[in-house]
């Protein structure tokens, strides 16, 4: 099945600081990514959607100045967490959407293995 | 409002089969998937179902009816590294995803 990256796997970095996550669909094209968040013991939440070309759609309550959002071509997609603080350590995951072309599935999401972000 | 409902928490014994409900509520409707997820990992894809009827991989089926809102996964032959969450999730007019909390699901040799 498709595949899609994500890195870095794990970071750790200080408060105040910028983290960029990396999101990649390895053997098909995404015109569409979406970026989650998830906290313990609780379900995926959407925090944005990020579509090729043009400006990301996020979720009511999510900074966008906070979670700056680059799809910059087909297969990557950037999350940049800006100013971190330790409230913002979390799992974050992104999914991609595949439409199926010449396959039997219309159109599924596959997602990377996710990031975990820890703030000091 | 758009809402998902399955079961929090649901035990069975190895080798054993179980199934999981699902019922959704979303405006319009393109699709429901389930996931498999294990503690501290990111979900993988295990079905998707969009017309009605029941879907087969293996040790693993999906079932749908759309009229009623309502969706299964059953799992055969149960193993311990089944243990884990399954998210049901639909589709929405919008092609967004409506996550359901998940279903925890223990297995005991």
């Known amino acids: 099945g498709a595949v899609v990256s994500q890195h870095p796997s794990r970071v750790i970095c200080k408060s105040g600081t910028s983290v960029k996550i990396e999101c990649r669909s390895l053997d098909f094209q995404a015109t569409t990514m979406f970026w989650y968040r998830q906290f313990p013991k609780q379900s995926l939440m959407l925090m944005a959607t990020s579509n090729e070309g043009s400006k990301a759609t996020y979720e009511q309550g999510v900074e966008k100045d906070k979670f700056l959002i680059n799809h910059a071509s087909l297969t990557l997609s950037t999350l940049t967490v800006t100013s971190a603080h330790p409230e913002d350590s979390s799992f974050y995951i992104c999914?991609?959407?595949?439409?199926?072309?010449?396959?039997?599935?219309?159109?599924?999401?596959?997602f990377g293995p996710g990031t975990r972000l820890l703030v000091l | 409002g758009q809402n998902i409902d399955q079961p929090t928490e649901m035990t069975a014994t190895e080798g054993a089969i179980v199934q999981i409900n699902c019922t959704y509520q979303?405006?319009?409707?393109?699709?429901l998937f389930w996931y498999q997820q294990h503690a501290g990992e990111a979900p993988t894809f295990l079905s998707y179902n969009v017309l009605d009827g029941l879907e087969e991989k293996g040790r693993f089926s999906s079932f749908l009816s759309r009229s009623k809102g309502y969706s299964y996964l059953l799992l055969k032959e149960l193993q311990m590294k089944d243990s884990a969450s399954y998210l049901c999730a639909a589709l929405d007019s919008n092609y967004q995803l409506i996550w359901g909390a998940g279903t925890k699901l223990i297995i005991k040799p």
């Open positions: 979303t405006s319009g409707f393109n699709g």
């Open positions: 999914s991609a959407r595949d439409l199926g072309f010449g396959t039997e599935i219309q159109e599924t999401q596959y």
